[in-house]
């Protein structure tokens, strides 16, 4: 029995617009990313996929992309997951900071490092704030891609992978980062070539798998 996903970055958000590190700071969709989002559902619509559920982060940007795509697709009553293990990767010390500031304060070698490596931890935050939708301890003060790539494995086993085998077709809209986690684990990518991955604002996936969650199917829509 093939199953079928689709996995979506969030329309472009306020701080994309203005190059800032973001991570898990809560931001909205700018007019271009509601654009996006709604150009994205229109390009699932085209699909004719049933979605059964469909999972996001808790961070704003990424539930109205969602709320979008499925006004655009007509399935709002599909059972909607927010979890934090889907957040954008955490960038520490970083958030918002201006990427070319943080180049001429860190170097651009670092930075880009920072951005694109699978192992390195940008620099962490001294203290993190009490927010009432992440219970103590889980928030990070930093994170690699690895450690994103860890959180949101149990996820995708326990959540997206069971409803999965049993044919029932399943979308993701999150975030640049995790979406590159979850990608490096559906196509098995090493961990050198993940740095190379790019996920574009608003840009739908889908995939194909056979009765194993083998994929026999990718096409960017």
């Given at each position: 029995?093939?199953?079928?996903l689709?996995?979506?970055?969030?329309?472009?958000?306020?701080?994309?617009?203005?190059?800032?590190?973001?991570?898990?700071?809560?931001?909205?969709?700018?007019?271009?990313?509601?654009?996006?989002?709604?150009?994205?559902?229109?390009?699932?619509?085209?699909?004719?996929?049933?979605?059964?559920?469909?999972?996001?982060?808790?961070?704003?940007?990424?539930?109205?992309?969602?709320?979008?795509?499925?006004?655009?697709?007509?399935?709002?009553?599909?059972?909607?997951?927010?979890?934090?293990?889907?957040?954008?990767?955490?960038?520490?010390?970083?958030?918002?900071?201006?990427?070319?500031?943080?180049?001429?304060d860190?170097?651009?070698?670092?930075?880009?490092?920072?951005?694109?490596?699978?192992?390195?931890?940008?620099?962490?935050?001294?203290?993190?704030?009490?927010?009432?939708?992440?219970?103590?301890?889980?928030?990070?003060?930093?994170?690699?891609?690895?450690?994103?790539?860890?959180?949101?494995?149990?996820?995708?086993?326990?959540?997206?992978?069971?409803?999965?085998?049993?044919?029932?077709?399943?979308?993701?809209?999150?975030?640049g980062?995790?979406?590159?986690?979850?990608?490096?684990?559906?196509?098995?990518?090493?961990?050198e070539?993940?740095?190379?991955?790019?996920?574009?604002?608003?840009?739908?996936?889908?995939?194909?798998?056979?009765?194993?969650?083998?994929?026999i199917?990718?096409?960017?829509?």
């Amino acid at each position: 029995m093939a199953s079928e996903l689709i996995i979506m970055r969030h329309g472009q958000s306020v701080a994309n617009r203005d190059n800032i590190f973001t991570g898990w700071s809560d931001v909205a969709l700018t007019e271009l990313g509601i654009k996006q989002a709604m150009a994205a559902g229109q390009k699932i619509k085209t699909c004719q996929i049933k979605f059964s559920q469909v999972h996001t982060s808790y961070l704003k940007r990424a539930i109205q992309t969602t709320n979008i795509v499925m006004e655009q697709i007509d399935q709002l009553w599909v059972p909607l997951n927010k979890s934090w293990r889907l957040n954008e990767r955490h960038y520490g010390a970083l958030r918002g900071l201006n990427k070319e500031i943080a180049k001429k304060d860190y170097g651009a070698e670092q930075v880009q490092k920072w951005r694109r490596s699978y192992t390195a931890i940008p620099p962490l935050l001294a203290k993190l704030a009490t927010l009432r939708q992440y219970p103590a301890g889980i928030e990070p003060r930093g994170e690699s891609l690895a450690m994103a790539y860890q959180r949101l494995l149990p996820y995708w086993q326990d959540q997206i992978a069971p409803q999965l085998l049993q044919g029932k077709p399943q979308l993701v809209v999150a975030h640049g980062s995790t979406l590159r986690a979850l990608i490096k684990y559906l196509d098995q990518v090493s961990d050198e070539d993940i740095k190379s991955i790019e996920v574009g604002n608003g840009e739908p996936i889908y995939y194909q798998f056979d009765e194993h969650l083998n994929v026999i199917k990718k096409v960017f829509l």
